[in-house]
């Protein structure tokens, strides 16, 4: 008898320049900057210096041609570091893609993997 | 303007004891196998050493608690390596568990992601 099984997948988007251009450390980088209004706070939630933060947001909106952030400045907490519409609809899109992978992935295993696990008994 | 975008994705299977029980390369594995009738034309096949391949097979045969493969001894070539039924069993599994990644992908990237593209012009 051995251990139970897991599916695992890794998602992403490249271009012929950028291997990585977009994926999962993206995408959650995006969430939480439009969570916390805040760089800064996104960086600190995921665990990941503003450097890389930065960097990250700067490929993505590179290799996507596109801005995926904006800075508002002034008002009592000294100014906050906003989604675009267009982050939002990127954040939104590559959420619903990724869900939809997810799904699949654990529809496909349960429907072509399991039965070979129960077989080997 | 930027480079067009492509969806890219990598699918495994994982115990908690083993991260990579199973996956594209151990497939690929198995299915040159199939095809070869031999380990060895499989690892030339696929640019690996013997040694990682034999020890490739071990690795899924333990993890998942099957055989994969047999020897057969004798006959005009020396004998050969098929795959067991179980073996066959397994690559045909993955291979369907893959396809219908591969379709989703494919599919949910079309309708979340490609309009996003389009809207940056």
Redesign the interface.
């Given at each position: 008898?051995?251990?139970?099984?897991?599916?695992?997948?890794?998602?992403?988007?490249?271009?012929?320049?950028?291997?990585g251009?977009?994926g999962d450390g993206k995408w959650r980088l995006l969430e939480s900057i439009g969570r916390n209004g805040s760089l800064s706070a996104a960086a600190t939630e995921l665990g990941i210096s503003y450097r890389k933060a930065w960097g990250d947001i700067r490929k993505a909106e590179?290799?996507?041609?596109?801005s995926l952030i904006e800075k508002h400045r002034g008002g009592s907490g000294g100014g906050e570091t906003l989604l675009t519409e267009?982050g939002k609809?990127?954040a939104q899109?590559?959420s619903?893609?990724r869900s939809?992978?997810e799904k699949?992935?654990s529809?496909?295993?349960e429907?072509?993997?399991v039965?070979?696990?129960r077989?080997?008994d």
């Open positions: 008898m051995t251990e139970k099984l897991y599916p695992r997948f890794k998602l992403w988007l490249s271009t012929d320049d950028s291997e251009a977009f590179r290799s996507l041609g596109v267009t609809a990127w899109g590559y619903s893609l939809e992978v699949t992935v529809i496909a295993f429907r072509h993997i039965h070979l696990e077989s080997k």
